[in-house]
Each structure stands twice: as C-alpha cells, then as structure tokens.
C-alpha cells in the first residue's frame, strides 16, 4: 500500500523570505501523480501544484516550484516570496494512475505553515 | 468552476442518533470520496465510489456507509453516531482520467455529543 509522510507538523517563515515544505512517499508503482494542496482557515483546499511522475523537469506555478526527485520518493514544495496570504495548512498527496478505476488521493498528515511579518 | 456542496457547515448530534452527510458535485464527475480530517492524523479516506451504485471501503469504513444512487451525489452514512466520530468530514470529487486533482467541499465539522 502507498503511504505519504510529511515529518514537519508546523513551519515558519518570515514574510518576502523562501521556505520548503518536505514530503516523502512510498509505492510500488513507477507511474502516478503527485499533489500538493493549501487548506486555509476557511478549510477549503485548493490544488497549488501537481506533477506527473514520468515528467522529470520539476513543476512550476508561479511562487510555488516543487522539487521531484523519483528515485529518493521525495516530492517537496518551495514557496519563494511568501506571502501572509500563504499561511495555511498543506497536505502533500499521491494519487495512483494505474488503470484498475480506483483513483483514490492518499494524503500526508500535512504541515501548518505560518508567515511572520 | 467545479463546486462540491456539503450540505452543512457545522451538525451537532447526539450519541446513536444515524446521521446523513450529503455532498453534491455539478462537474459530471466519475469519482467521489469522503475523508476524514483529524489534528495530526491528516485526511484519511472512509469511503470512495467511481461509479454510480459502486463503491469501495477506504482506510477507516468501520461506523460508517455510503450511498450513491445518483452521480452528483455522495451521501456519508454514520449508522449509531459515537463520540469517537466527532471530527471535520470532507466530500471531493474528481474525473476519471489521467492527472486530474481531487475538488473538495468546504467541509462539515460534526460534533456528536
């Protein structure tokens, strides 16, 4: 069974500054997509970045970049410039593509990111 | 957009009562999934159905059923409420093909007291 680990319960960061949020997985599988989600205080999660793992070069979208390494199972999100508006929780997740129809999202325990003024 | 809809917010109920959690999504979506949300524990998945009728147990089914009887709804079944079930519940949504991400509803925190 595929599992997500994310080690960093809380992070901070200063305003304007970098930070990387860690996330490392196990599976079997050599095709499947990876996920990084944002649960603000509101609880709505929205998707801030995927990758597919058969795409080596690194997703990008806009202040948000991960860096995929296949090989170490580790898929961690950089966000540069933060923002106030990037405290919130993430949750990292694995989603199978295999083509059995169970496209399950298997999540992380996530990290709560706080940004400092 | 895609909207999922929870149908509340928050829901206090008592111990044994049967609670009825419905989500609806308007995106003619195949797949549909209930998660748990829990301090520390993250998103654990109850139930999840890719299809009309069908469905699967998760990680954490024991307490709980599942209904779909029409594709835009998904309703989360708690047969005798126990207070071990007081947690956040999300509904998601999601296509069936390749590379598409989980759209989520806003949440219902339930309280069983």
């Known amino acids: 069974a595929q599992t997500v680990t994310q080690s960093q319960p809380e992070m901070s960061v200063q305003e304007a500054e970098t930070v990387t949020l860690s996330c490392t997985y196990d599976?079997?599988?050599?095709?499947?997509?990876l996920f990084w989600y944002k649960q603000p205080p509101s609880r709505q999660m929205i998707l801030v970045i995927r990758?597919?793992?058969?795409?080596?070069q690194n997703a990008t979208e806009n202040r948000f970049s991960v860096n995929f390494q296949k090989a170490a199972k580790s898929f961690s999100l950089k966000i540069s410039d933060s923002q106030l508006g990037d405290a919130a929780m993430y949750f990292c997740?694995?989603?199978?593509?295999?083509?059995?129809?169970?496209?399950?999202?298997?999540f992380g325990t996530g990290t709560r990111l706080k940004v400092l003024a | 957009d895609v909207k999922v809809t929870q149908s509340s917010r928050y829901l206090v109920k008592r111990t044994g009562e049967k609670v009825f959690l419905e989500c609806v999504q308007d995106?003619?979506?195949?797949?549909m999934f209930w998660y748990r949300q829990d301090p520390g524990l993250g998103l654990r998945l109850i139930y999840f159905?890719?299809?009309?009728?069908?469905?699967e147990k998760g990680d954490i089914p024991e307490g709980y059923s599942v209904s779909r009887e029409k594709k835009e709804r998904f309703s989360l079944i708690l047969e005798s409420a126990s207070t071990n079930q007081t947690s956040m519940y999300l509904c998601?949504?999601?296509?069936?093909?390749?590379?598409?991400?989980?759209?989520f509803g806003q949440g219902t925190r339930l309280t069983v007291v």
């Open positions: 599976t079997s599988e050599s095709d499947y997509y």
């Open positions: 990758q597919e793992a058969y795409k080596q």
């Open positions: 995106m003619d979506h195949e797949n």
């Open positions: 997740a694995y989603r199978s593509a295999g083509t059995s129809g169970t496209y399950k999202y298997i």
């Open positions: 159905s890719y299809d009309v009728k069908m469905k």
């Open positions: 998601a949504s999601s296509l069936g093909r390749r590379l598409t991400e989980a759209f």
